[in-house]
């Protein structure tokens, strides 16, 4: 059973650009998650999907943009990049369910690096 | 504001003592909470969560332990091994009806070295 899958796993573009993330859920988990790391700092949440619509949304501006698709696979988009978004995307799967989301597992994170 | 944070940012210990990591948080609202292992070039890896409604939880070699009257967390770890040496997250997730349902916030993070 294949856990949390993200593509690619490291990527470098020049500042101005867009670049689109991918990430593949756990088998059996509905909900995506993104979040930015910087280095040396704990994940920052930027938004949630859940039934292809985005639920929640952290405190990132309008150029931090996604989709979920029907298979439950989601992407991040970012536009207009800047030197400060160089991180660590993480994407996290879990179960919506009951009053509260389950486990959430986390993938592998690409490494973007802005130039 | 709203923070979750972690009191020690680096904690080094021998190779088979107890380690207890340490976490505090602000959001009174706050009902369930997360401790993640994140090891250098890897995503976070889910060690063991509490929920409001109970004050200890065990797992394999870790305990963790939820105050809720000084907003407190803590992570133990038992025998702890060289391969325990990761940073360690705590977040803090919040309950449905709120408007941050399903949103995982995070300390800083504690550096954690064990020496053999």
């Known amino acids: 059973d294949a856990g949390v899958t993200q593509s690619p796993t490291h990527l470098i573009k020049t500042r101005g650009q867009q670049v689109t993330l991918r990430c593949s859920p756990k088998?059996?988990?509905?909900?995506v998650s993104w979040y930015q790391q910087a280095l040396g700092q704990g994940p920052q949440f930027i938004f949630q999907?859940?039934?292809?619509?985005?639920?929640q949304r952290g405190n990132f501006p309008d150029r931090f943009s996604g989709h979920q698709f029907p298979n439950y696979s989601s992407e991040l988009n970012v536009n207009a990049l800047l030197l400060g978004d160089s991180a660590l995307y993480l994407c996290a799967s879990s179960l919506m369910g009951g009053a509260y989301n389950t486990e959430a597992f986390f993938g592998q994170g690409t490494r973007l690096t802005v130039v | 504001g709203e923070s979750v944070g972690l009191h020690l940012p680096t904690l080094s210990v021998q190779e088979g003592d107890n380690s207890i990591i340490n976490c505090a948080y602000s959001?009174?609202?706050?009902?369930?909470f997360i401790w993640y292992k994140q090891e250098s070039g890897k995503g976070p890896q889910f060690i063991i969560d509490?929920?409001?409604?109970?004050d200890k939880r065990q797992g394999q070699r870790v305990t963790v332990l939820l105050n809720k009257t000084v907003k407190h967390l803590s992570l133990q770890i038992a025998a702890t091994q060289p391969g325990d040496s990761a940073v360690y997250f705590c977040a803090e997730n919040r309950p449905a009806g709120g408007t941050s349902y399903g949103k995982l916030t995070f300390g800083q993070g504690t550096i954690l070295t064990v020496h053999p």
């Open positions: 999907y859940y039934e292809e619509e985005e639920r």
């Open positions: 509490i929920r409001s409604n109970m």
């Open positions: 088998s059996g988990h509905d909900t």
């Open positions: 959001n009174s609202a706050s009902d369930y």
